[in-house]
């Protein structure tokens, strides 16, 4: 029998379609299996259906095909055989407007070939049978998409706890009814980071084997044991072409196995006794969360990262720590999602894609600290403003370049922006220093956010609407406070002139 090239959607009980009552179908023959589903519904008069079934039909018809001789020769046992060879999951027959009964030379094939057969009354139609099928997928699409992001929130709560990596195991193996367990590295001690699994020894970490470092949920034999440890060394990184999942299934249970991270060598393991249609979603979500938290424990990144904290609080200077989290510059950047407020899971993901673990959690804002030889890419759903490259001594400058460049990507709509991506202009031939004093003295009246707006609006050639939007404020805020610069400096925002001499000052202020 073929494998049915069945839709990506969950697939309906036989048995769920025989209890509708407005249905009123009614099995007649064939095994009466409650696990047996179907994945659509499917109508022809066809004499040979093969052709055009592709598996796990109920398959609808009338008899119009059947000739009046069939009952005395193979015509049903032909029949029947092909639906079953294409993957037919059941046959339903009408009883209206050809055949007043079901024919018993049906029954009995379907009997011997172990297809179900489903009577259909003369008031249900072929077309009400395939809405009810519909009906009942969405019905079971949307439980399981509601199963799914329950895991997900639940796993993701799970990272956060005390000790993250057992916390996501235990979730993971509850959601899929399983056990669940993380693999180390080839060779790796399982004293790096758990004790040994039980009945094992110090000498099964030391002999090239898939180590345990941690587990939870049900227990399998040690067939599946093995065999599942088996299916990690094949997603464990060993070069080009590596796959980086791998399913396959020992002793009627499903077993899974994920690679984390690129080339780190953990391995998430998973068995369990059914295979449903989110559990793979579910154990990749997992995946993502062990790869974030195993990748700090094979790199040793978040040592460095707390001994580069301690030491700034104990009043080291930037500079001197800034060799413990990388040589090189660095580029600030500050992303906000676009749609819905962020969680640490989803400022975790938008640091591995720009490729720094440095990530800094606001209320309205991500910022991460990446090195300057990673050009940062536009990420779908978040909109991101990026420094221009500083040493750790101008990091405090950065951040601000950011916060402005972040604010002009809001307001041009723009899904990434960079501070001073500009050729070199008449200003640059002056002296730093002389244009900073006429900034500041030019500029003194202004208080911060009066200063900010006055720069906002000028960047945005006047527009009262995109001003407001880029600082988050109401339009007419921006109205008072620009009307405010105007007083206070005494001059016309509506001469260029002027606009130009304060852009100037605001540009060379910042410095």
Do not use: K
């Not at 007649?28 to 796990?56: C, F, K, Q």
């Amino acid at each position: 029998m073929p494998d049915p090239a069945v839709p990506p959607t969950p697939p309906v009980a036989l048995s769920a379609l025989l209890a509708r009552e407005d249905l009123g179908l009614r099995q007649i023959a064939g095994p009466r299996d409650t696990n047996t589903v179907i994945h659509w519904a499917h109508t022809s008069e066809m004499a040979d259906p093969y052709p055009y079934l592709l598996g796990g039909e109920l398959l609808l018809s009338a008899g119009v095909h059947i000739p009046e001789a069939a009952g005395s020769g193979t015509y049903f046992d032909d029949y029947v055989s092909r639906i079953v060879a294409a993957g037919g999951a059941a046959l339903g027959f009408g009883l209206a407007p050809v055949h007043d009964t079901v024919p018993r030379a049906l029954v009995e094939s379907c009997d011997t070939y172990e297809l179900p057969l489903l009577e259909v009354p003369p008031q249900t139609t072929f077309s009400g049978v395939a809405r009810a099928v519909w009906q009942l997928m969405a019905q079971a699409r949307h439980a399981e998409l509601r199963r799914v992001t329950e895991a997900q929130q639940s796993l993701a709560a799970a990272a956060s706890r005390p000790d993250p990596v057992r916390a996501v195991l235990r979730q993971l193996a509850q959601r899929i009814g399983g056990w669940a367990v993380l693999y180390g590295p080839e060779g790796a001690e399982s004293a790096s980071a758990g004790r040994a699994p039980d009945g094992q020894g110090p000498e099964a970490a030391s002999a090239g084997r898939a180590v345990e470092i941690a587990a939870a949920g049900r227990e399998p034999g040690d067939v599946v044991r093995g065999a599942l440890a088996g299916l990690a060394a094949v997603v464990r990184p060993s070069g080009p072409g590596t796959p980086t999942s791998a399913t396959d299934t020992a002793a009627g249970t499903h077993l899974a196995a994920y690679a984390l991270g690129a080339g780190q060598g953990f391995v998430l393991g998973v068995a369990a006794p059914h295979r449903d249609t989110g559990d793979h979603t579910i154990a990749s979500v997992a995946a993502v969360l062990l790869s974030l938290l195993t990748g700090e424990h094979q790199s040793g990144s978040g040592a460095a990262r707390s001994s580069a904290l301690v030491r700034l609080l104990l009043g080291a200077e930037p500079e001197a720590v800034a060799p413990l989290l990388g040589s090189g510059g660095w580029l600030v950047v500050h992303g906000s999602p676009d749609a819905q407020p962020c969680d640490p899971v989803a400022a975790a993901a938008l640091g591995a894609a720009l490729g720094s673990p440095l990530v800094d959690l606001a209320r309205d804002v991500v910022r991460v600290l990446v090195p300057a030889d990673r050009e940062p890419a536009p990420q779908p759903g978040w909109t991101l403003g990026v420094s221009a490259p500083a040493t750790a001594r101008d990091w405090p400058v950065a951040d601000t370049q950011a916060a402005r460049a972040l604010s002009r990507a809001r307001a041009t709509r723009t899904p990434l922006h960079r501070h001073g991506t500009h050729r070199p202009a008449l200003t640059d031939l002056l002296s730093p220093g002389e244009a900073e004093a006429h900034a500041r003295a030019l500029l003194a009246p202004l208080t911060p956010p009066l200063a900010e707006t006055l720069r906002t609006w000028l960047s945005l050639h006047g527009s009262w609407d995109r001003t407001a939007v880029a600082l988050a404020v109401h339009r007419n805020t921006v109205r008072q406070r620009i009307a405010r610069c105007a007083a206070l400096l005494g001059t016309d925002l509506a001469d260029p002139d002027v606009r130009m001499e304060l852009w100037f000052a605001l540009r060379h202020g910042e410095r």
